[in-house]
């Protein structure tokens, strides 16, 4: 892109779920000079849990996650016998199990589970009965 001689912030806010807009600012552009940045936008890390109760997979649940301001980001969804999963951006999550049985199970909550970009996280969680 063209810009005129100057100080120049550019900002890049990709169209994929999940992906953080990206900001370079302060960029000297001299007169008459071509200036690059390269601006590198992270890819997506696997977030998966796999639940057990008994010794066994169990499939029966809610998996919803939240940022580390609380607020939903989504729930994981089910792939194989009691192994739940969602792409995500890099960040620190929260999760919120929810056994669709609640006479028999507790509600689980796990908290801190950092992911970087392109990073695979897997989590066991034995649910625990009354």
Known sequence: MKVPEGTHDVGVE???????????????????????KT???GTLGL??????????????????VYDD?????TDLTRVAGGTFEARLPG??????????DLDSYDVEFIDGIELDDGQ???????????
């Open 14 to 36: 990709p169209r994929v779920d999940g992906m953080k807009p990206q900001r370079v600012t302060g960029i000297e552009v001299p007169g008459g000079n071509t200036v690059e």
């Open 69 to 73: 301001y609380d607020d939903y980001v």
């Open 47 to 64: 977030l998966r849990v796999r639940l057990i109760a008994d010794g066994k997979p169990f499939n029966k649940a809610r998996i919803e």
């Open 120 to 130: 695979t996280v897997e989590s066991n969680v034995t649910l625990r009965e009354f």
């Open 39 to 41: 601006i590198t936008i």
């Open 91 to 100: 960040g620190t999550y929260r999760l919120v199990i929810e056994p669709d």
